[in-house]
């Protein structure tokens, strides 16, 4: 069967540092002796997500979805195992991360489509719709500074959307911005499924995971618990909060977004 | 390599991008923009020759347009590898959302400071051009055809080292600041302030000649030198303690040899640099 995205047994693991930045001096000085622990990000992931797929990963922090979604988009290399993916990927950025302040909303687009792979060409076809989805015609030639968190966050996504990539990464983003843009996204994320292309999104927000996606999947401590129909995995989620909750006195993650 | 070379090239666009990016957030609130960037090598030449010529008093013929041929390059190498110690972290949230190969970075700031270079040249040309013109200057001689040869030697040579320095500064940030030292000492060993013929007379009253091949070695000092010597006519007329310093014709060997040596750095910087440069999205 042809996938889009192929992971068969991943893990990850992350070497933990006392210090984030080391020093020339303390590298020098220290004497290597298992200083450096290692911690597992994802352990023994194997994961098939078919063309046209809109997968939700849900999950605690810490659980491993951000992680999952770098591996999955080639932020992060796999300890071990190995990640397939086939098509062009495009991540949605959280907000600040690929928008220059000083730069114009124009700019920005053009910087945001080249780090997607993008070139001149493929930008140019694409400006017009990028810009009327972000319904930002009157500031697109405005710095990004004077811009709101709602108009960056629209900005962002249009240009994920409109560059039309075969696979859409999500982190947790759909949370910000009004309700009537939300709408606007999860049609256009509709219109995205039924073109055909893929979708993987990290999320808390189960009300959102079970109204988007048709498939689920649950990470707990960098393992898959569960993989199956939205309404499940949620449901099995939830019980395994409260489930803790009972004995533990952990809370039950909000769904609100 | 082929197939990081072809994935570089998949993403020129992006390189285009983040150096456009550079030059223009660096100028974007200023009105005089690029003059600034010319602003700081004109200033400190006019304060060496002042100081050279009426404090120190030594005796050398047009020295400002000596030293400048020499001091132009220097500034690029020395802006284009400190903006390199700081590119990746600078770059930190983009690094650790998105994929695309790690090395346009390095490549951004030493294309954003070549453009910087370049536009100076063409300043430095016409400063030669109306000395020439008005001044009775010297003539600019075919020999400064050689320009782009040495300036891709040398752009060669930068990004090689920056490869080394952006990748070093991810897991010891005290490189930045060791390379800071190394520049303000290299700056006075290399011959911008003052012609190799100088560390040649030194050297030969020591009776060792082999060291002046071995100090050409250096790519700066070579290339220092070969600028020198391919833009500007041969000094005359400068003296140490009553002992005449003849101008020497330029070696084309120890050019050569500079080349094989920055090509060589290049080509091993790209590959530390690759081998490390998946490690950058977790360190960061």
Same mark, same amino acid.
């Given at each position: 069967?042809?996938?889009?995205?192929?992971?068969?047994?991943?893990?990850?693991?992350?070497?933990?540092?006392?210090?984030?930045?080391?020093?020339?001096?303390?590298?020098?000085?220290? @004497?290597?002796?298992? %200083?450096?622990?290692?911690?597992?990000?994802?352990?023994?992931? *194997?994961?098939?997500?078919?063309?046209?797929?809109?997968?939700? #990963?849900?999950?605690?922090?810490?659980?491993?979805?951000? *992680?999952?979604?770098?591996?999955?988009? %080639?932020?992060?290399?796999?300890?071990?195992?190995?990640?397939?993916?086939?098509?062009?990927?495009?991540?949605?950025?959280?907000?600040?991360?690929?928008?220059?302040?000083?730069?114009?909303? %124009?700019?920005?687009?053009?910087?945001?489509? /080249?780090?997607?792979?993008?070139?001149?060409?493929?930008?140019?076809?694409?400006?017009?719709?990028?810009?009327?989805?972000?319904?930002?015609?009157? +500031?697109?030639?405005?710095?990004?500074?004077?811009?709101?968190?709602?108009?960056?966050? %629209?900005?962002? +996504?249009?240009?994920?959307?409109?560059?039309?990539?075969?696979?859409?990464?999500?982190?947790?983003?759909?949370?910000?911005?009004?309700?009537? +843009?939300?709408?606007?996204?999860?049609?256009?994320?509709? /219109? +995205?499924?039924?073109?055909?292309? *893929?979708? #993987?999104? @990290?999320?808390?927000?189960?009300?959102?995971?079970?109204? #988007?996606?048709?498939?689920?999947?649950?990470?707990? /401590?960098?393992?898959?618990?569960?993989?199956?129909? *939205?309404?499940? #995995?949620?449901?099995?989620?939830?019980?395994?909060?409260?489930?803790?909750?009972?004995?533990?006195? /952990?809370?039950?993650?909000?769904?609100?977004? | 390599?082929?197939?990081?070379?072809?994935?570089?090239?998949?993403?020129?666009?992006?390189?285009? =991008?983040?150096?456009?990016?550079?030059? !223009?957030?660096?100028?974007?609130?200023?009105?005089?923009?690029?003059?600034?960037?010319?602003?700081?090598?004109?200033? =400190?030449?006019?304060?060496?020759?002042?100081?050279?010529?009426?404090?120190?008093?030594?005796?050398?013929?047009?020295?400002?347009?000596? $030293?400048?041929?020499?001091?132009?390059?220097?500034?690029?190498?020395?802006?284009?590898?400190?903006?390199?110690?700081?590119?990746?972290?600078?770059?930190?949230?983009? $690094?650790?959302?998105?994929?695309?190969?790690?090395?346009?970075?390095?490549?951004?700031?030493?294309?954003?400071?070549?453009?910087?270079?370049?536009?100076?040249?063409?300043?430095?040309?016409?400063?030669? $051009?109306?000395?020439?013109?008005?001044?009775?200057?010297?003539?600019?001689?075919?020999?400064?055809?050689?320009?782009?040869?040495?300036? &891709?030697?040398?752009?060669?040579?930068?990004?090689?080292?920056?490869?080394?320095?952006?990748?070093?500064?991810?897991?010891?940030?005290?490189?930045?600041?060791?390379?800071?030292?190394?520049?303000?000492?290299?700056?006075?060993?290399?011959?911008?302030?003052?012609?190799?013929?100088?560390?040649?007379? !030194?050297?030969? =009253?020591?009776?060792?000649?082999?060291?002046?091949?071995?100090?050409?070695?250096?790519?700066?000092?070579?290339?220092?030198?070969?600028?020198?010597?391919? $833009?500007?006519?041969?000094?005359?007329?400068?003296?140490?303690?009553?002992?005449?310093?003849?101008?020497?014709?330029?070696?084309?060997?120890?050019?050569?040899? &500079?080349?094989?040596?920055?090509?060589?750095?290049?080509?091993?910087?790209?590959?530390?640099?690759?081998?490390? !440069?998946?490690?950058?999205?977790?360190?960061?």
């Amino acid at each position: 069967m042809d996938y889009a995205i192929n992971l068969n047994k991943v893990s990850k693991s992350f070497e933990v540092m006392r210090e984030k930045h080391t020093s020339l001096k303390s590298a020098l000085l220290s @004497v290597r002796r298992g %200083r450096s622990e290692r911690v597992l990000g994802l352990n023994n992931v *194997t994961l098939s997500i078919a063309h046209g797929e809109t997968v939700a #990963v849900i999950g605690k922090n810490g659980s491993g979805k951000s *992680t999952l979604l770098r591996i999955i988009g %080639r932020v992060y290399r796999p300890t071990s195992g190995s990640v397939q993916v086939s098509g062009r990927m495009s991540t949605m950025l959280a907000l600040a991360a690929g928008f220059h302040p000083e730069l114009t909303g %124009r700019e920005n687009i053009y910087f945001n489509g /080249a780090i997607m792979g993008l070139g001149a060409s493929d930008l140019a076809g694409k400006i017009d719709k990028i810009i009327d989805f972000a319904e930002l015609n009157d +500031f697109i030639d405005s710095p990004v500074k004077t811009y709101s968190d709602g108009m960056l966050m %629209r900005l962002g +996504f249009s240009i994920a959307v409109e560059t039309d990539p075969d696979i859409l990464l999500i982190d947790e983003v759909l949370a910000v911005g009004d309700a009537e +843009f939300q709408e606007k996204c999860y049609g256009r994320i509709d /219109a +995205f499924k039924h073109a055909g292309r *893929t979708i #993987v999104f @990290v999320t808390h927000d189960l009300e959102a995971a079970k109204s #988007v996606a048709s498939r689920a999947v649950w990470l707990s /401590a960098g393992e898959v618990r569960g993989d199956g129909d *939205t309404v499940q #995995v949620t449901a099995q989620y939830l019980d395994s909060l409260i489930h803790i909750g009972q004995d533990g006195g /952990a809370r039950v993650e909000s769904g609100g977004g | 390599m082929a197939d990081e070379l072809k994935e570089l090239f998949r993403y020129r666009y992006l390189l285009l =991008q983040l150096v456009v990016r550079d030059i !223009k957030v660096r100028y974007k609130n200023s009105l005089l923009g690029f003059f600034w960037s010319l602003a700081n090598p004109l200033l =400190q030449v006019a304060t060496i020759t002042v100081v050279i010529k009426y404090v120190m008093r030594l005796e050398i013929p047009n020295y400002s347009a000596y $030293l400048l041929v020499g001091y132009l390059p220097w500034m690029f190498f020395q802006m284009a590898l400190l903006d390199s110690s700081q590119v990746v972290l600078a770059h930190r949230d983009l $690094l650790r959302k998105v994929y695309f190969p790690r090395e346009v970075l390095p490549l951004s700031v030493v294309m954003a400071n070549l453009a910087h270079y370049v536009l100076a040249m063409v300043v430095f040309f016409a400063y030669l $051009l109306f000395y020439r013109l008005f001044l009775h200057g010297a003539p600019i001689g075919v020999t400064a055809l050689w320009l782009p040869v040495l300036m &891709a030697i040398q752009t060669a040579l930068v990004i090689g080292l920056a490869f080394f320095i952006s990748c070093l500064n991810v897991f010891y940030e005290d490189v930045k600041y060791l390379l800071t030292v190394l520049l303000n000492v290299f700056f006075y060993l290399t011959p911008v302030m003052y012609p190799a013929e100088l560390v040649y007379a !030194k050297l030969a =009253q020591l009776n060792s000649p082999m060291l002046y091949q071995l100090y050409l070695l250096v790519p700066m000092n070579a290339l220092t030198n070969a600028y020198r010597k391919t $833009l500007l006519p041969p000094f005359e007329g400068l003296t140490i303690k009553g002992t005449p310093i003849p101008s020497q014709p330029l070696d084309w060997g120890t050019v050569a040899a &500079a080349g094989v040596i920055c090509l060589s750095i290049a080509a091993a910087g790209y590959a530390f640099f690759n081998a490390r !440069k998946w490690v950058f999205a977790e360190r960061v």
